[in-house]
């Protein structure tokens, strides 16, 4: 749309203005930097961007997540491990996930490396998978995980896309029984649920270990991220097709809803 002259004026006296009031940057700096900052708000505190960067080519952010299951000995049914968010539904129900969260992308003009998916999701279990000391309860490596589906969530609440990298990983008898342990004094001793929370930076508020079928038909509605869900959607599947000795004929798709 072309612009009147009544705008082109207004335009002018705006760079005008901002120009006397943070000298030194150009027309385009004053885009990028305190125009942009008005517009968008503040640049998150994982960034590392020095100020915003004006571009008609979409960004996104990346993620990475792990699955973990393993087997109930008895029954020999598949269990999933998921994380109880401190943060609750508007009614005060709980929320869930997998154990996980955004890659450290490091500094390209800083030279500073960025982690690999399965770096970032293996540093996020330790960082959340972790007793009342701060300590990993099942310390993990990158070759324990196995990559499930990658998504996209267009409703991060940054503003901008993030892609995810969702990995499974199947738990021994033993790390299931450390964690079941684990889980029970979180929901049992509400000093060392304290001290968790504290550790986790307000993440963690418990732990559940419950059937994967069980939990793929009545936690749709609590997940916090609908992506997490799919991904132990499709870890179901794969389970349930790895047993009947097929290969899953299907692949994910998101309910953007």
Known sequence: MAE???????VKAAFYLARRLFPGLDNRQLVEGPFAAHAFGAIPEFSDLTHHRVTNIATSTDGAFILAYGRDPVTKEYLAVLIQRHE???????????SGGYMGLGNIAKAIAGEQPA?????????????DRGNPVVPISTGRLRPLMPSVDYKAKWGYPVHNDAFSMELSEAELL???HHAARLAEDPAYRAGVLEKSKNEVDG???MPLAEAVKTLADLFTYRHEFAALE???ANLRAQNAKILPARFPVIDPS
């Open 178 to 180: 450390r964690i079941k």
């Open 4 to 10: 009147t002259r009544l705008q082109k004026a207004f």
């Open 88 to 98: 609750k539904t508007p009614d005060g129900s709980p929320r869930y996930g997998a």
């Open 207 to 209: 732990i559940i270990v």
């Open 119 to 131: 770096e970032g999701a293996v540093r996020e279990w330790h960082e959340e998978m972790i007793d």
């Open 234 to 236: 499709e870890l179901h």
